[in-house]
């Protein structure tokens, strides 16, 4: 069963704009973890951000997180297209296991 | 440092034929994970390990085994390979610091083709 539900699926915009990209979460958890995957190869960790924060900044990503309408979003500003991949969303509900969702294809036109 | 590494990188199987997939890690980490992720698919957690000599299921575990003899390596095992089991398989590693879990870190993957 997917915990996250990622939305959109699928995002296409130009170098220089920001990307924005939200996951949805259906039980209580204890912290919620943003990946990329560039095609073909392993994941990257991104943003960690755990159930009593609130926003967290790592570079040009922004990560914000409501556990009261159990969601979070992903913003990636001046965005580059070395930041073409997939995003995934994935929460910790049970002591350190992760459940994925199905992840946003981000396409970033030069 | 290596970080986590897999082998091999690729396999093709025919039905019923078995392999073990290695995952290896240098980071001294206590939690390792095998996932395998489908196209168009998040990744789905198969067998995760606590720490040397523990192993548990997770969302996907039939058709697979795992071992942990040693802290730094995590094996997978397919004991008679079905073509559902066509898939990226993924492997991860995890620290535990102060009992609070922390981002994982993850192999290149294993292709894995079921015929």
């Known amino acids: 069963s997917q915990q996250g539900e990622e939305d959109p699926q699928a995002l296409s915009i130009q170098e220089g704009e920001n990307a924005t990209m939200n996951c949805s979460y259906k039980t209580s958890i204890n912290n919620l973890q943003w990946y990329r995957q560039n095609s073909g190869r392993g994941l990257v960790h991104l943003i960690l951000?755990?159930?009593?924060?609130r926003e967290k900044h790592s570079g040009r990503l922004r990560v914000t997180l409501d556990t009261s309408k159990k969601s979070s979003s992903l913003l990636i500003t001046a965005s580059r297209a070395a930041d073409t991949a997939s995003y995934f969303c994935?929460?910790?509900?049970?002591?350190?296991?992760?459940?994925f969702g199905q992840g946003t294809e981000l396409s970033v036109k030069p | 440092n290596a970080g986590v590494t897999q082998t091999p990188k690729f396999r093709v199987l025919k039905t019923g034929q078995s392999m073990t997939l290695l995952c290896a890690q240098d980071?001294?980490?206590?939690?390792m994970y095998w996932y395998r992720q489908d196209p168009g698919m998040g990744l789905r957690l198969i067998h995760y390990?606590?720490?040397?000599?523990?192993?548990a299921k997770g969302e996907v575990p039939d058709g697979y085994n795992v071992s942990r003899l040693k802290k730094q390596n995590f094996l997978l095992g397919l004991e008679s390979a079905a073509p559902s089991q066509t898939s990226v398989y993924f492997c991860?590693?995890?620290?535990?610091?102060?009992?609070?879990?922390?981002?994982?870190?993850f192999g290149p993957g294993t292709r894995l083709t079921v015929l």
């Open positions: 980071m001294n980490h206590e939690y």
């Open positions: 951000i755990r159930s009593n924060e």
């Open positions: 390990s606590v720490g040397e000599g523990t192993t």
């Open positions: 991860a590693s995890s620290p535990l610091l102060s009992g609070v879990y922390n981002e994982q870190f």
């Open positions: 994935a929460t910790d509900n049970q002591g350190g296991k992760l459940i």
